[in-house]
Structure formats: C-alpha cells, structure tokens
C-alpha cells in the first residue's frame, strides 16, 4: 500500500536536515546537538516515555540565558518550515486525489448533486450568475510571520513544488536543493521578531501582496475550472462577467478601537491600492500587446486603429496601457503630495474593460476564438473581479464614537444632552435631520480632535468612488439611532450614495436584539426607502463568544440569523449576512463550507460576506493552487445552502438547545466574571501580559489600557489560552451542559441532533478538533512554573474540567478517540506536537525569568525568546487567535 505521507516526510527531512547544518555552521556542533538531544527526549516524551519527559523539563529549565535564545529559534524555524512542507503536501495530494484534501466534494460533483435533488441545469446556472460572495481581509491579523520571511519561506515552498518535478537526483534537482539550503539560511539570519509594530499601512500592503502573490494566479484559474464545471454538469458556459467571489478588505478602514487608523491613512490605502491595481495591470496588458500581434480584426477594432495599422490590436491597446501609467503616475503623486493630473487616468472599471472585452468580440468573431480564451480571459476575469480599486474598503467605527458627535453637537447648540435622551427622540431628531436639506453642522463649530477625526472619515469617504467602497460597519450596534446617525453623518460630508450601512451585534444581548432593532429600522419608510431593498447586517462571533462561551454564542448567532432571515423575507429586502469570523473555533473559525452549510435555512440566499483573518488569510489562500480549492469550496457551498437549504430543526432539538445554553453561558460566567480567583490565575498562567510586547498587528491589545478580562480584546483572549494549550474559551461552560444531559440519560437525543442537524454537527466537530489540540500536561506545567500555590487548585479543576469534557465527548460520539474521522488533521497534530513540545516548556521557563527579573530590566536575549515562543507555538498550533 501506497504510504501518501511519505514524500511529505522526505520534505521535512530535507528541510530539517538543511536548517540543522546551518545552525551548525553559525553557532558550532555543541548548540547543534543540544537541539537534538532535545528533539529526541521531546519525540520520546510524547511516546510516553516519562523519563525522558523529565529530563527534557531539566534540560530546558537549565539552559542559560545565552543558550535559551536560539534553542527557540531551531525549533520556531522548524514548525515554519514543516508548515511548509505540509503546505505544499496538500497541493501535491490534491493533484493526485481530488477527494485528499479535504472532505468534500469536487464542485462538477456538487452540481450533479444539485441537479439529481431536482435543481434544473438552468436554475444552476442561473444561481451561479447570481452569487454574491465578498471575503474581507481583516485590518487585525494574527500573523505572526513577518512579512519579510514570508518570501522566503514562498520561496521554499517553490522550491519544494519544483522538485517534484525534477527529483533532488538531478542537476536541476541538486540546484534546487541548493536554492533550499541558501533560503533556509536566509531565514535563520533574519529576525523573526519585528523591530516595530506594523502600520495600517503596512498591514494593507500585506494584503495586497497575497493578491500580487496568490489571489492574482488563482482567481482566473477557478473561474476557469468553475466554467468547465459547470459546462460539464449543464451543457452551458459562463459569460466573462461571472465573478461569484469577490474581495474586499478592512486594512486601513478599521478604526474600532485602533487610534493608528485615521482619515489621512485610509486615503492613503485607498491610493496604494489604485497604484497597485494600476501596476498589476500595466504588467498584464503589456504581455497581452506582445501575443495579440495577428492582422485580422473587426469592423469596430479597424475602425479605431485605422487601415494602415498591421497590428490593431497592439496599437488599440496602447492607449490602455498609456491611461493605466497616468493612474500609476496620478497615485504616485497623490500619495507624495504633489500636484496631480487626473485627466487621463482610469476613473470607472469599464474604461478599464471596453477595451479588453474589444479584443475578445473582434478574436472571436475573426475565428481566433483558441487566442480570445488565453491571455486575454484571464486579464478580464481578473478586471471584473479586482478591477482598477484592487478590492474594495469597509469602513469600520464603533457606535460610542459616532454618539459622541451629537453629543458634542447637541450640547453646542444648546437642545439637552444627546446621550441622555430616550432612545425614540433619538430617532425622531436623527430623521428629522436626515430629511431636513439643510446643512447641520455650524461653521464655527470646533469639536474635540475625536470627533474631527470622525467627521474627517465620513468625508474621505464621501469623496470616494462608490466601487471603492463596499460598507460602513458599525461595531458594538445595538439600537436604531446607531444605524441612523452614520446614514446622518455620512450625508453631512457630502457623500451621493446610498452606501451599505451594516449594524454589527456582538454581544449575546445583541444578538437577541437584533431582530427588534432591525425591525424598527425596516418599518421606518425613510429607512426603508435608504435601503434600495438591500440590507447587510454582521454576526459578531469573538465578542459573542468572549462575552457567554462558545455553545452560548454559537446558538445565539443562529437564532439572530434566523430571526432576521424571517424579517427581512417579510418585508421584502434581501438580507446579505456579513460573518465576523476568526481564524479561531472560540472566534467562529474552522473549516468555511462546512459553517455556510450548517447555516440556518434560508439566512445565506445567493450572498454572503465573510472576514478572513490573519494567519488564516496565507494558509487559505496564500499558494494559489490552494487559494482555487477554497474559492471552489466557498462556491459550491454558498450555491448548495442556497438551492437545497438545510431543513428548520425540530421544537425538541431547539428546546434541548435553549436548555444547554442556559447553563453553559451561566457557568461560563460564572467562572469567568465570578470567581475572584479566575482573572489571577489567567494572568499568572497564561503569557497574556508578556503577549503585549509581540508586535503582531497595529491595534493596542486592549481596549482600555487599565482593563481587566472584559476589555482585552477577542484576539489576545483566545492566543494566551492557546498559547498554554488549555484552549478555555472554546469549551468551558460547554462541559457542564453536556454533562448535565448525560446526567438526564439524554444522549441518544445528542446523537440524533448530531447525524440529522448540520449546525449541531458541525459545532461538534469544531469542538472536536480545539480539545485534540489541547494538552492537561503543558498547561499543568505553566502552573507549575508560573502560578502560586494559592491559584494551582483553580488550575487544576479546570484541567480536570477538560479531561471529563472529553471523555465526554467520546462517549457521545461513540469513540474511543479524537478525530478518528479526520485522520488528516489528526496526522497533523501529532507531527508537530514533539516540536511544539520545546517550545511550550521554553515558554513557561522564559515567561518565569521575565517576572523574576521584573523591574531590574530583562536581558534582551530573553524578551527575543520568550517572543519567538509566541511565534513559533502559533505556527505549530496553526492558530494565534
């Protein structure tokens, strides 16, 4: 039998080998055996050997400061690097059996499917034409690889991919293989660690490399293989128009609690985007003038050119390529500062199509129709979906903030205190305002810098192009007047268009309310009328989850779901569902087509809007072979939860989960919020502190700087508990609530819920694979090092918590192991879990040094490791938050 995890660990090793001999090169062959020594007791120790487990704790406990650092740095290296290869493992599987990579089916399969349960081909296609699917780049990754080494390790994976094609055996094979070696080595003399915090900037320009890396590759390729999917299944081909899926992004738009993202910067995100668009595209259409060199040409092309020209479609590009310079020339301007002509630059996406759409008719209708599906296909697929904005930019801002304007407002003119008005007369003034033409602000009005800064967004946005700009998100939404006063302020500044304004519920206590809210917003005629039939909404999922436990919030994001599917059907409006997911399971995160499945009936509808969040952004699309499996997968499971929508669950199975949900939320808060001993505990236990110092993204890590648990934000709340392997938010209060079933002797209800309810299902299998990645032995061991005598019992009650949670879960799976039905995963965990061992009991080592040290000053050796800890357990975890 065929062992198809062989040539991934012949990477490893190729890889693993490749580091080792540069560690020894730099550092000598003393430090380079104390790494393998380590290696092998961790390997040993996670066989079960304890002996070996305990002398691996001495060894790591007695490292010297000078030692510490790059012991840390091996094993960080190495979980990058067998990340890599597992990366590339995937693609080489996925060449080779389509069903490998995932467990799902091929999309020409799906569209069998669909029709076999009914669906007639035309309505397929039909459907097809008419998705709606926006995945948004979030402004706050958790990547934790700097950007710099992120193009080495590309490198690698190019590398890698290459050798399967010439084999290491080979002259070509022994230059890759040297190519490997000097990259590695790159890599290992970089800093893993940036100097600095990124930038919103910087942030957005990360984003825009894995479109230029990735998404720019990928997008023409799925959209091919979605037309031959669908020829097949239908006997129909899709217009070059179809763009299912499309990008947006909240790099440089996210301002909610982050004071680094101001006007000035979202203007110049938008710009670096124009300029980057512009340059992607300059590259394209001068490749395509040096193929399109043939005579022939229509009518409408020899027109344009005129008869003498003996290459037309050469010369009718030209004058593209010369109006995509001047926006290259015009951005470049705008960003320095410098006077710009705008005169010739692109300023609609169909100047940018006309003529490339052109070209195709005058192929096709000259008989070249083999030259019109090659180069040129892809540019215009490529000009529909990113067009001259690149993506499109949400703006995002908490309610408080857009408050606080009318606060300072209304007291400047002298009518009362705004915040303490009733929620009606809020509404009352908001309408009158909005259908009242004259201007509200004074001139002579000079409100605090927060509020300037406000108004300073709502103009640049007014000043926009409405196809650079896809929403304006409001977070911590509760009530109507919230909704009304961005729609009001917005107007102020000018803006000409009725722009998305989307409510984001985040709490339980929101969600709940969603439904009242968004009611008392669709029965406003005004409102209504705003909406042009169209309304987005957002499903928080961190906040949701960090504020009742993940069961709580799970059911309470699907009731909310449910109950504004029901409304806005009712009053006519198509309702596209905006969800605010994490990389994370306690932040909505796991696997993309099996959430949208698991969606109540009828909430997905053709259109869907989704956040991709850091890590998770270059593990899903950052290799394009991977980037097209999971646009097809995204496809095919928006198309199916559209066209063969889940059933509604049975009353028995919503009233079991009502019951659940009490308890779970209530002995989540109880421990949470409650016990004095918990935020201690979570302090000393977990690197939550220490996390401040690594600069993984531009926010602040709270948002207030003297807050407890309740104001850390969702990102940092689930990396600490990750980082020390309890992995608390995901399953506490979940524990009780199951086991209290048990204790009903009500698990075959479980189980039916289980086999016939996708949501239940699917919530399962998530918790299924967080508790596979926990580990009671790391986390007793931060205890041991890090916690006080007086917390170690709370400590060890929530071990023991875990362990019954799980044995739990065996008993209602009716297995005797996790993951038993997902070997890929399983297969995954276990490979890295001996590298990750080292780091975890470096970690706890370095976080008790950094305390004993306290305010005598750390040695910058140990705030380097303690931080490349960070890193490389997120690496090995696939997870940061």
Request: net charge negative.
């Amino acid at each position: 039998m065929v062992d198809v995890h062989q040539p991934l660990r012949d990477n490893v090793r190729l890889l693993g080998d490749s580091l080792g001999k540069t560690i020894e090169d730099h550092l000598g062959t003393a430090i380079l055996d104390t790494i393998e020594t380590i290696r092998r007791l961790a390997k040993q120790g996670r066989a079960g050997d304890s002996e070996s487990r305990a002398r691996l704790e001495e060894l790591l406990t007695t490292l010297s400061d000078e030692q510490i650092l790059p012991v840390t740095r091996s094993f960080n290296q190495f979980l990058n690097l067998a990340n890599i290869a597992e990366e590339v493992h995937r693609v080489r599987r996925r060449k080779h059996d389509s069903n490998q990579l995932m467990d799902d089916d091929t999309l020409p399969q799906q569209l069998v499917r669909l029709h076999n349960h009914g669906i007639s081909k035309d309505d397929i296609v039909k459907q097809i034409l008419a998705l709606d699917i926006e995945l948004v780049l979030t402004a706050h990754p958790t990547e934790a690889v700097r950007r710099t080494l992120i193009q080495k390790y590309d490198g690698i994976a190019e590398c890698l991919r290459a050798l399967d094609n010439v084999g290491d055996d080979t002259a070509d094979g022994q230059r890759l293989v040297d190519r490997l070696k000097e990259l590695i080595s790159q890599a290992w003399h970089t800093n893993e660690i940036r100097t600095r915090r990124p930038t919103p900037v910087d942030e957005a320009k990360w984003g825009f490399a894995i479109i230029e890396n990735s998404l720019w590759k990928a997008m023409p390729r799925f959209l091919r293989q979605l037309d031959e999917s669908v020829e097949i299944a239908t006997g129909h081909r899709l217009p070059l128009s179809a763009a299912p899926i499309r990008f947006a992004s909240w790099m440089g738009g996210d301002r909610d609690g982050n004071p680094f993202v101001t006007s000035t910067v979202t203007r110049e995100v938008l710009l670096l985007a124009r300029w980057q668009a512009a340059d992607l595209f300059s590259k394209d259409i001068s490749d395509l003038r040096a193929e399109l060199s043939m005579g022939d040409c229509n009518a409408t092309l020899r027109q344009a050119v005129g008869d003498d020209e003996q290459e037309p479609y050469r010369a009718y590009l030209r004058q593209l390529s010369r109006r995509i310079e001047a926006t290259q020339r015009w951005a470049r301007d705008e960003l320095a500062g410098r006077p710009a002509d705008d005169s010739d630059i692109l300023k609609h996406n169909e100047e940018l199509l006309q003529p490339l759409l052109e070209c195709d008719r005058s192929l096709r209708e000259c008989g070249m129709d083999i030259i019109a599906e090659g180069m040129l296909r892809d540019i215009i697929h490529r000009a529909y979906v990113f067009g001259i904005h690149l993506l499109r930019l949400d703006i995002r801002q908490n309610s408080e903030r857009h408050a606080q304007v009318f606060e300072e407002l209304v007291a400047y003119y002298g009518w009362g205190n705004y915040a303490e008005w009733s929620e009606p007369q809020k509404q009352a003034f908001l309408l009158r305002e909005l259908k009242d033409r004259r201007p509200l602000f004074p001139r002579d009005w000079t409100p605090s810098e927060e509020v300037q800064e406000v108004l300073a967004t709502c103009r640049t946005a007014a000043q926009t192009p409405a196809s650079a700009l896809s929403a304006y998100v409001i977070s911590m939404a509760s009530v109507p007047s919230d909704v009304l006063a961005v729609i009001l302020l917005l107007k102020e500044a000018g803006m000409g268009w009725n722009i998305p304004v989307a409510p984001l519920f985040e709490t339980l206590d929101d969600l709940d309310n969603a439904q009242s809210c968004m009611q008392q917003l669709l029965d406003m005629p005004w409102y209504k009328a705003y909406t042009q039939g169209q309304q987005m909404v957002m499903i928080g999922y961190s906040d949701s989850a960090k504020d009742a436990g993940h069961l709580a919030a799970t059911w309470g994001q699907f009731k909310a779901q449910e109950a504004l599917t029901a409304l806005c059907s009712e009053r006519g409006v198509h309702l596209t569902l905006f969800h605010g997911r994490g990389g994370t399971v306690g932040r909505g995160g796991g696997p993309s087509h099996t959430a949208i499945l698991s969606q109540p009936p009828g909430s997905v509808n053709g259109s869907i809007r989704v956040t991709e969040q850091g890590e998770m952004i270059r593990f899903k699309f950052g290799i394009p072979e991977i980037a097209v499996r999971n646009l097809e997968l995204y496809t095919g499971a928006v198309l199916e939860a559209t066209l063969t929508p889940a059933p509604a669950p049975k009353m028995a199975w919503r009233k079991l989960m009502d019951d659940m949900t009490a308890v779970s939320c209530r002995e989540y808060r109880t421990m949470v919020r409650d016990n004095p001993q918990f935020v201690p505990y979570f302090r000393a236990a977990t690197p939550e502190q220490e996390l401040a110092k690594l600069p993984l993204g531009s926010r602040p890590a709270k948002r207030k700087v003297d807050g407890g648990v309740e104001s850390l934000r969702a990102i940092p709340w689930i990396f600490a508990w990750t980082q020390m392997r309890l992995m608390l938010p995901t399953w506490l209060g979940s524990d009780q609530a199951l086991a209290r079933i048990e204790a009903q002797q009500r698990l075959d209800e479980l189980r039916d819920m289980a086999s016939e309810w996708r949501f239940f299902s699917a919530y399962l299998d998530m918790l299924e694979m967080v508790m596979a990645k926990t580990d009671t032995n790391t986390a007793a061991w931060y205890d041991q090092r890090l916690v006080g005598a007086d917390l170690q019992p709370l400590g060890a009650e929530l071990r023991t918590r875990l362990r019954d949670m799980i044995a739990l879960y065996k008993r209602i799976r009716g297995r005797d192991e996790l993951l038993v039905q997902n070997p890929v995963i399983k297969h995954s965990i276990g490979v890295r879990n001996p590298y990750i061992d080292p780091l975890h009991l470096l970690q706890a080592e370095l976080m008790r040094r950094v305390r004993l040290y306290g305010e005598k000053g750390v040695p910058n050796q140990i705030d380097q490791a303690l931080m490349v800890t960070m890193t490389g357990i997120a690496a090995g975890m696939r997870n940061t938050g």
